[in-house]
Nanobody, 128 residues
Framework: QVQLVESGGGLAQPGGSLRLSCAAS????????MSWARQAPGKGLEWVSG????????YYAASVKGRFTISRDNAKNTLYLQMNSLKPEDTAQYYC?????????????????????WGQGTQVTVSS
Protein backbone atom coordinates (compact mmCIF):
# COMPACT_ATOMS: atom_id res chain seq x y z
CA GLN A 1 0.00 0.00 0.00
CA VAL A 2 1.09 3.56 -0.63
CA GLN A 3 2.74 5.23 2.33
CA LEU A 4 4.06 8.77 2.61
CA VAL A 5 5.82 9.64 5.86
CA GLU A 6 6.96 13.20 6.48
CA SER A 7 9.68 14.20 8.91
CA GLY A 8 11.96 17.10 9.72
CA GLY A 9 9.48 19.57 11.12
CA GLY A 10 10.03 21.45 14.32
CA LEU A 11 10.59 24.88 15.79
CA ALA A 12 12.67 27.41 13.90
CA GLN A 13 13.42 31.07 14.46
CA PRO A 14 12.46 33.67 11.87
CA GLY A 15 15.17 33.69 9.24
CA GLY A 16 16.12 30.13 10.05
CA SER A 17 16.00 26.95 8.01
CA LEU A 18 14.47 23.52 8.11
CA ARG A 19 14.59 20.57 5.74
CA LEU A 20 11.54 18.37 5.41
CA SER A 21 11.66 14.83 4.09
CA CYS A 22 8.94 12.55 2.78
CA ALA A 23 9.73 8.84 2.63
CA ALA A 24 7.61 7.08 0.03
CA SER A 25 6.82 3.41 -0.34
CA UNK A 26 4.32 1.10 -1.99
CA UNK A 27 4.59 2.53 -5.50
CA UNK A 28 7.15 3.32 -8.19
CA UNK A 29 8.28 6.67 -6.79
CA UNK A 30 10.24 7.68 -9.88
CA UNK A 31 7.09 7.56 -12.04
CA UNK A 32 5.03 10.19 -10.27
CA UNK A 33 5.07 13.90 -9.67
CA MET A 34 5.05 14.95 -6.04
CA SER A 35 4.11 18.07 -4.15
CA TRP A 36 4.25 19.73 -0.77
CA ALA A 37 1.25 21.51 0.67
CA ARG A 38 0.59 23.12 4.04
CA GLN A 39 -2.27 24.06 6.29
CA ALA A 40 -1.98 26.80 8.85
CA PRO A 41 -4.27 26.87 11.90
CA GLY A 42 -7.74 28.00 10.92
CA LYS A 43 -6.88 28.18 7.22
CA GLY A 44 -7.37 26.02 4.17
CA LEU A 45 -4.86 23.79 2.46
CA GLU A 46 -2.24 25.72 0.48
CA TRP A 47 -0.13 24.11 -2.24
CA VAL A 48 3.53 25.03 -1.72
CA SER A 49 5.68 23.33 -4.34
CA GLY A 50 5.73 20.53 -6.90
CA UNK A 51 8.30 18.48 -8.77
CA UNK A 52 8.03 16.27 -11.83
CA UNK A 53 8.77 12.57 -11.67
CA UNK A 54 12.36 12.88 -12.87
CA UNK A 55 13.03 16.07 -10.94
CA UNK A 56 13.66 18.15 -14.03
CA UNK A 57 10.78 20.57 -13.44
CA UNK A 58 9.94 22.36 -10.22
CA TYR A 59 7.16 24.76 -9.33
CA TYR A 60 6.53 27.06 -6.39
CA ALA A 61 3.77 29.12 -4.89
CA ALA A 62 4.52 32.82 -4.97
CA SER A 63 4.60 32.90 -1.17
CA VAL A 64 7.66 30.62 -1.00
CA LYS A 65 9.46 31.20 -4.30
CA GLY A 66 13.09 32.10 -3.74
CA ARG A 67 13.05 30.75 -0.17
CA PHE A 68 12.03 27.10 -0.53
CA THR A 69 13.60 24.42 -2.74
CA ILE A 70 11.93 21.15 -3.62
CA SER A 71 13.99 18.14 -4.65
CA ARG A 72 13.78 14.38 -4.83
CA ASP A 73 16.08 11.39 -4.68
CA ASN A 74 14.47 8.66 -6.75
CA ALA A 75 17.09 6.14 -5.68
CA LYS A 76 16.05 6.69 -2.05
CA ASN A 77 12.31 7.14 -2.74
CA THR A 78 12.43 10.41 -0.85
CA LEU A 79 11.06 13.88 -1.45
CA TYR A 80 12.60 16.95 0.20
CA LEU A 81 11.69 20.55 0.93
CA GLN A 82 14.51 22.86 1.95
CA MET A 83 13.02 25.88 3.67
CA ASN A 84 15.21 28.94 4.17
CA SER A 85 14.50 32.46 5.40
CA LEU A 86 11.55 31.15 7.34
CA LYS A 87 8.81 33.55 8.39
CA PRO A 88 6.18 33.26 11.11
CA GLU A 89 3.55 32.93 8.37
CA ASP A 90 5.23 29.69 7.26
CA THR A 91 3.93 28.09 10.46
CA ALA A 92 1.72 25.19 9.37
CA GLN A 93 1.32 21.45 9.12
CA TYR A 94 3.23 20.37 6.00
CA TYR A 95 2.08 17.45 3.85
CA CYS A 96 3.60 15.61 0.93
CA UNK A 97 1.30 14.33 -1.78
CA UNK A 98 1.55 11.89 -4.66
CA UNK A 99 0.16 13.00 -7.99
CA UNK A 100 -1.62 10.64 -10.37
CA UNK A 101 0.75 11.53 -13.23
CA UNK A 102 4.45 11.99 -13.92
CA UNK A 103 4.02 15.70 -14.34
CA UNK A 104 1.31 18.32 -14.28
CA UNK A 105 0.77 21.53 -16.17
CA UNK A 106 0.37 25.08 -15.01
CA UNK A 107 -2.33 25.60 -12.44
CA UNK A 108 -2.95 21.88 -12.11
CA UNK A 109 -0.10 21.65 -9.62
CA UNK A 110 -2.19 23.48 -7.04
CA UNK A 111 -5.34 21.44 -7.63
CA UNK A 112 -5.90 19.00 -4.78
CA UNK A 113 -7.83 16.63 -7.01
CA UNK A 114 -4.62 15.91 -8.91
CA UNK A 115 -3.29 14.07 -5.84
CA UNK A 116 -4.65 10.83 -4.48
CA UNK A 117 -2.33 10.07 -1.60
CA TRP A 118 -1.27 12.32 1.23
CA GLY A 119 1.03 11.87 4.19
CA GLN A 120 0.02 12.56 7.78
CA GLY A 121 2.06 15.75 7.95
CA THR A 122 4.84 17.30 9.98
CA GLN A 123 4.45 20.48 12.00
CA VAL A 124 6.60 23.51 11.29
CA THR A 125 6.52 26.38 13.76
CA VAL A 126 8.40 29.60 13.12
CA SER A 127 8.67 31.75 16.19
CA SER A 128 11.21 33.69 18.20
Amino acid sequence: QVQLVESGGGLAQPGGSLRLSCAASGFTFSSYAMSWARQAPGKGLEWVSGISSDGSDTYYAASVKGRFTISRDNAKNTLYLQMNSLKPEDTAQYYCAKAMKGTLSGGSWAATNEYHYWGQGTQVTVSS
